[in-house]
């Protein structure tokens, strides 16, 4: 059964950092694209990155290039978004979710599984 656990969101000021976990389990990260999304209040959910052996790593919003990064722990089966200089406009819930397929896509319907979201809050 594939499974995600997200942790590491909270309220953050301004130009602060969080890391964001997502502990997956039922599969091996390796053999699959982990994409993190986000969805603001009133907002579609966006695309943010997306990692995976075959592509590497592959930003979707250009307002965190350079801020934000995505990596993983293979041994540990997690995926991490470590998210620095922090905005408001960063202020959302968080999802991780995986393809079915290696290749990342920025489009939300390409994903078939999904975490229950954390919440980012970045307020002074």
């Known amino acids: 059964q594939v499974q995600f656990v997200e942790s590491g969101g909270g309220l953050v000021q301004p130009g602060g950092s969080l890391r964001l976990s997502c502990a997956a389990s039922?599969?091996?990260?390796?053999?699959?694209?982990i994409g993190w999304f986000r969805q603001a209040s009133g907002n579609e959910r966006e695309g943010v990155l997306c990692?995976?052996?075959?592509?590497?790593?592959?930003y979707y919003a250009d307002s965190v290039k350079g801020r934000f990064t995505i990596s993983r722990d293979n041994a540990k089966n997690t995926v991490y978004l470590q998210m620095n200089s922090l905005k408001p406009e960063d202020t959302a819930v968080y999802y991780c979710?995986?393809?079915?397929?290696?290749?990342?896509?920025?489009?939300?319907?390409?994903?078939?599984?999904w975490g229950q979201g954390t919440q980012v809050t970045v307020s002074s």
């Open positions: 990692i995976s052996r075959s592509d590497g790593s592959v």
């Open positions: 979710a995986r393809r079915v397929s290696r290749y990342c896509s920025a489009s939300m319907g390409a994903y078939r599984y």
């Open positions: 039922g599969f091996s990260l390796d053999d699959y694209a």
